[in-house]
């Protein structure tokens, strides 16, 4: 069993849709959460992080974790072209150490 | 823009040779993680190191090795380049002991082995 599964898509949404991204992880130990938004040939770049169950909402994204169902995922409201990326779910199991990647999920945005 | 900074961009070696890859940390920070991304894959993790100590290690073999300095930019080092080192080489650099765990992403290093 991989540490952290994505849907490897692609997801294709309409421009202003919501787009919906989740994670399941297999470590219920794990502690932190973290969403990177990958644009082809760059770098991982940080959206957000997450500790606690429950939302966490930064402008147009919202991530939500459910420690009880190992599971993460991430909203991106009115979602823009600017948007198309591969979005990468992290989780570090132990404090200060490694982060496991999911294979990212491919989101293209329609105009 | 992180902060993070790698060197070179680009790389091109040739089976059997050896690659230093270079990275300075956001300022401030005092870990320095190392990932290989192949492609369509997600970030692997290689190690980490903290006070110029590795600290935390990921399944890759001892031709990978590292280094860090006391102003805690890093150095890895692959010898024995084989095909399938052809990657993109991630550094990331965190602060431990804050109780924020984000690591910030250079731009990366592209290596390709022929």
């Known amino acids: 069993q991989k540490e952290v599964e994505q849907n490897s898509g692609p997801l294709s949404v309409p421009e202003g849709a919501i787009a919906s991204l989740n994670c399941t992880y297999s470590d219920r130990g794990s502690q932190s959460f973290f969403w990177y938004r990958q644009y082809s040939g760059k770098s991982p770049e940080l959206i957000m992080s997450?500790?606690?169950?429950g939302d966490k909402e930064d402008g147009r994204f919202t991530a939500q974790l459910n420690k009880a169902s190992q599971y993460v995922s991430l909203l991106i409201r009115d979602s823009q072209p600017s948007d198309s990326a591969t979005y990468l779910c992290?989780?570090?199991?132990?404090?200060?150490?490694?982060?496991?990647f999911g294979t990212g999920t491919s989101l293209t945005v329609i105009p | 823009e992180t902060g993070v900074t790698q060197s070179p961009t680009h790389l091109i070696k040739t089976r059997g040779q050896q690659v230093t890859l270079r990275c300075s940390s956001q300022?401030?920070?005092?870990?320095v993680s190392w990932y290989q991304q192949a492609l369509g894959q997600g970030p692997q993790f290689i190690f980490q190191y903290y006070r110029e100590e590795e600290n935390g290690r990921g399944n890759f073999p001892p031709r990978f090795s590292g280094l860090q300095f006391p102003n805690y930019s890093s150095e890895l080092n692959v010898n024995a380049l084989e095909l399938d080192d052809s990657a993109l080489y991630l550094c990331?650099?965190?602060?431990?002991?804050?109780?924020?765990?984000?690591?910030?992403f250079g731009p990366g290093t592209r290596l390709l082995v022929l």
């Open positions: 300022s401030g920070h005092n870990t």
């Open positions: 997450i500790y606690s169950n």
């Open positions: 992290a989780v570090n199991r132990v404090p200060g150490n490694q982060f496991y």
């Open positions: 990331a650099s965190s602060l431990a002991g804050t109780g924020d765990e984000t690591q910030y």
